[in-house]
């Protein structure tokens, strides 16, 4: 049976899907843009956006019972291959070790001409 995860700490789904779903003890985040969810506001600069992707994502997971350190996959799509570094800065400080499995891919274009979009598959345990 699947389960909608909802939460107001982070962005709002801009289209027809939820922002996560449980289903037989694991939770799939859908791609989260850097979009303050209280503000609406996106960052600037890789950096920034990446930091507000993540913990928008740590939100999202903790709001279906889970968290980061039970995340076993992601995938990162950006913009540009040269903000590859200062995203793996980010990224590293959000996810304890040992890391996800990940995916991480340069796109033409993400929902509102954003630098990174991601999304992740964890454990509930
Ligand atoms: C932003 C997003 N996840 C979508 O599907 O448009």
Redesign the pocket.
């Known amino acids: 049976m699947k389960k909608v995860i909802s939460t107001e700490k982070a962005?709002a789904?801009?289209?027809p899907?939820s922002q996560a779903i449980e289903v037989n003890g694991m939770v799939y985040t859908?791609?989260?843009?850097p979009v303050d969810p209280a503000t609406g506001v996106i960052p600037e600069g890789a950096a920034a956006q990446a930091d507000r992707v993540f913990k928008s994502m740590s939100a999202l997971l903790e709001s279906a019972g889970t968290s980061m350190a039970n995340v076993v996959k992601t995938t990162v799509f950006i913009k540009n291959m040269e903000d590859f570094a200062a995203i793996n800065e980010v990224y590293a400080k959000y996810f304890p070790e040992p890391f996800p499995a990940r995916s991480c891919i340069e796109v033409a274009r993400?929902?509102?001409d954003v630098l990174l979009?991601a999304?992740a598959i964890a454990t509930k345990n």
């Open positions: 962005p789904a801009i289209g899907y859908s791609g989260i843009i993400i929902p509102k979009e999304e």
